[in-house]
């Protein structure tokens, strides 16, 4: 593999890298929420119906420290606990309209950079850089997939 290609890949990672820790960081700021209550409301968009022992394990967080943080996003109106049809005893997390709208806002702030950038492309390297980032997007895909069959079969 040529170095200077693997050179172009380090510095493109590095790049978003920082920029989206910045503005991340300003959002989480500006928002009053702390890093992991912002990560919490971001994996409870994703992923519907969680229950505290699995938001903790994807945070690496204690059940008591998570069950903690949640309580202030429910006051807050971000998160609402709802029953867990599988254990009456137990509670499952989701993310109320505010919360959601929270995450949409995040991204959007997240990803004003990417849209400052795109506006100084010429509009002649748009299809080459589309190809591009097809390319790398497939080649992600690829590994993603043979990492969780790898995964999968480490535990039978």
């Known amino acids: 593999m040529k170095?200077?290609?693997l050179q172009s890949l380090f510095d493109l990672a590095d790049l978003i890298t920082r920029h989206s820790f910045i503005e991340r960081f300003h959002f989480i700021q500006e928002s009053g929420f702390s890093h992991?209550?912002?990560?919490?409301?971001?994996?409870l968009n994703r992923n519907q119906n969680v229950a505290i022992n699995t938001l903790a394990s994807h945070l690496g967080i204690s059940n008591p420290a998570v069950s903690q943080m949640i309580e202030k996003l429910v006051r807050s109106g971000?998160?609402?606990?709802?029953?867990?049809?599988?254990?009456?005893r137990g509670k499952l997390l989701e993310l109320t309209q505010e919360g959601k709208d929270l995450v949409s806002q995040a991204k959007i702030a997240h990803h004003l950079w990417i849209r400052a950038l795109a506006e100084t492309i010429q509009p002649e390297?748009?299809?080459?850089i589309e190809k591009?980032?097809?390319?790398?997007?497939?080649k992600h895909a690829l590994l993603q997939s043979a990492q969780e069959q790898t995964y999968?079969?480490?535990e039978n």
């Open 3 to 5: 170095e200077e290609f």
């Open 132 to 138: 591009s980032i097809q390319i790398i997007l497939d």
């Open 152 to 154: 999968v079969q480490g």
């Open 125 to 128: 390297d748009i299809p080459a």
């Open 78 to 88: 971000m998160v609402r606990r709802i029953d867990n049809p599988h254990d009456r």
């Open 36 to 43: 992991s209550q912002m990560m919490s409301l971001f994996y």
